[in-house]
């Protein structure tokens, strides 16, 4: 038994949808899986598992920022055997050609330092998404004739940031947006042998300003978690 998830043995499936919002968890479980049920809620942090086309698959929160994420994902892989995560979630458009609704696929991840610094000490380590995963969603995107963006995100420590001139430099050398969660993701994944990606959803920009009514999220997020189900179990 873990921590900060109350599963029991053979609750969790191999593959882990991960949004920051533990509702966001429950909408999609709800939304794309047959016969979800509830598995977690210790915290608050909800988790369900159910079947996409036969397969298993759960959804589960991971909160917001990478060390709440660092925790849920560190227990999942290691006391209950996930092997592919998938962020799916919100972000904040940085380059000038993502837009609104537009869909993003991180193929690495920026940061300026995740939970796991401490044991890289003064390596600066390239997080980057599974290439199997990642040219699975590309696929499953373009099939769909999805707006997506394929390239590097910045996973920032603080919500609140003061730092325009980082911006002016992470926009120059082509940063596509900004969240809060996958570069840790990636390097967790990196550790223990699992698949990552992150396939998030651009719900507002730092650059125009612009950004989605809350009503408009829920209906512009569903294409972002039918392409994470489909790149998992694409062979």
Same mark, same amino acid.
């Given at each position: *038994? ?9 609750? &969790? #499936?191999? @593959? ?5 919002? !533990?509702? $966001? ?68 458009? *940085? ?9 993003? &696929? #991180?193929? @690495? ?5 995740? !939970?796991? $610094? ?82 998030? @959803? ?34």
């Amino acid at each position: *038994m873990s921590i900060h998830i109350g599963a029991q043995p053979g609750d &969790i #499936a191999e @593959t882990v949808l991960l949004p920051g919002d !533990p509702y $966001r968890a429950r909408w999609a479980a709800e939304t794309f899986l047959d016969e979800p049920r509830l598995v977690n809620e210790v915290r608050g942090m909800l988790g369900y598992t159910g079947a996409w086309r036969g397969h298993p698959v759960t959804v589960h929160g991971t909160g917001m920022g990478m060390p709440s994420l660092s925790i849920y994902v560190n227990e999942l892989i290691k006391d209950f055997g996930a092997r592919t995560l998938i962020r799916i979630g919100s972000c904040g458009g *940085m380059a000038p050609q993502v837009a609104l609704r537009d869909i993003v &696929i #991180a193929m @690495t991840a920026s940061s300026i330092s995740t !939970p796991s $610094r401490g044991i890289m000490r003064e390596l600066n380590f390239a997080p980057a998404a599974d290439w199997g995963l990642l040219r699975a969603a590309v696929a499953a995107a373009e099939a769909r004739g999805t707006a997506v963006h394929v390239g590097g995100i910045y996973s920032g420590d603080t919500f609140y940031d003061e730092r325009p001139d980082l911006m002016e430099q992470l926009v120059r050398h082509g940063t596509l947006a900004v969240e809060m969660e996958a570069a840790e993701l990636y390097t967790l994944a990196a550790r223990h042998g699992c698949r990552a990606l992150a396939v998030v @959803t651009v719900s507002d920009h730092l650059t125009t300003g612009e950004e989605l009514p809350a009503a408009d999220r829920e209906r512009s997020f569903g294409e972002m978690v039918e392409i994470a189900l489909e790149a998992a179990f694409s062979h």
